[in-house]
């Protein structure tokens, strides 16, 4: 990164209004990618402290963001046709997952989408809290996904709760025919996921995420068992790694605003730039990449 650009993207608090830097990272969001595929185009945005955790050990505080980092996640709202979330963000936090006021319903119109965003909620075995906040506000359609471990009495009870409930997987959620799914059924070209850390967790492993959204605050929390952007087993080998590049930052006033992009796992020698981690060995014809074929560029 050269001096100047570096400098451009820590400018003064004072030079860029929030609504610009909102607007412009909506722009190159929606310039990210032409709708050509089957599966929705998947957004990731988080609010984490500067240590990374996205709410304390006691998950009792999980909003520390700003004003402006709630009226981002409004505005990223208003360019999905969907947003999803886990039970356990769902059971703890009072959301409803709807696109905010008239102001961004109108922008959601302008951009040729629905009014009010579908929602989706993920439970692998049904255990999400039927009192829950999401359930209370009936804007648009709840859609639920779930596993086979989810019993019939579970299922009957998301059923009078949700406008659909679709099984996808045994024990975890298979998120590639869900995802397939939704894009299918229920005309979701953009998916905004927003958390918690084990739903984020295996999206991340499935390759589906196309672009990370980071609202980094200046808090520190601690805490070995706070949850983080991404929980889950983890990747273990580097290669296992999803692989961000990042796109933009933005400074307003004391938090950055990060956007990464998406880098496919492996990329085909000489393709490479300076600085980034990339395959420079090809590994043998059927064999998997390791550890080992990775090396930083220097
Ligand atoms: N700072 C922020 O921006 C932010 C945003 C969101 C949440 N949070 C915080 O994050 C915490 C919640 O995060 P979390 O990681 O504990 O929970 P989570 O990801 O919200 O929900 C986890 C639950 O979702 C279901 N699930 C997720 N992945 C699944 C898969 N692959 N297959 C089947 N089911 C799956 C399971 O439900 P079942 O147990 O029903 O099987 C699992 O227990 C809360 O403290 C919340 O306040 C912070």
Same mark, same amino acid.
């Given at each position: 990164m050269s001096l100047k650009s570096k400098v451009s993207s820590l400018k003064s608090p004072m030079s860029e209004t929030t609504a610009q830097v909102t607007q412009r990272t909506v722009r190159t969001t929606l310039d990210a990618r032409p709708r050509t595929s089957d599966f929705p185009f998947v957004l990731v945005n988080m609010a984490m402290t500067a240590d990374g955790k996205i709410a304390t050990a006691n998950r009792q505080v999980a909003s520390f963001g700003s004003e402006r980092d709630h009226e981002h996640l409004l505005e990223l709202r208003a360019t999905a046709d969907a947003v999803m979330s886990g039970a356990r963000t769902v059971d703890t936090m009072k959301v409803n997952l709807g696109p905010g006021g008239a102001k961004f319903r109108r922008r959601r119109r302008q951009r040729g989408l629905a009014e009010y965003n579908v929602r989706v909620l993920v439970s692998g075995n049904g255990s999400i809290n039927p009192e829950a906040e999401v359930f209370k506000h009936r804007f648009s359609p709840i859609i639920i996904l779930t596993t086979q471990q989810t019993a019939a009495a579970k299922l009957n009870q998301l059923r009078a709760l949700a406008d659909e409930v679709r099984v996808c997987g045994k024990t975890k959620i298979n998120f590639r025919s869900a995802l397939r799914w939704l894009h299918a059924q229920w005309g979701v070209d953009r998916l905004l996921c927003?958390?918690?850390?084990? $739903?984020? !967790? +295996?999206l991340f492993q499935a390759g589906l &995420?196309?672009? $990370?959204?980071? #609202? &980094?605050? %200046?808090k520190v929390f601690g805490g070995r068992t706070a %949850? #983080?952007?991404a929980d889950g087993s983890? +990747? $273990? %080998? $580097? !290669?296992? !790694?999803? *692989?961000? =590049?990042? =796109?933009? #930052? *933005? *400074? &307003? +006033?004391?938090?950055?605003?990060?956007?990464?992009? =998406?880098m496919s796992r492996v990329r085909s020698p000489g393709a490479h730039r300076k600085g980034e981690f990339i395959a420079i060995t090809n590994p043998a014809p059927g064999a998997k990449w390791t550890d080992r074929s990775l090396t930083k560029f220097k």
């Open positions: 927003e958390g918690g850390g084990e $739903l984020n !967790a +295996a &995420v196309d672009e $990370l959204h980071l #609202t &980094v605050c %200046p %949850p #983080t952007i983890g +990747a $273990l %080998p $580097l !290669a296992a !790694a999803a *692989r961000f =590049k990042l =796109k933009s #930052t *933005r *400074r &307003v +006033a004391d938090e950055m605003y990060l956007v990464y992009e =998406k």
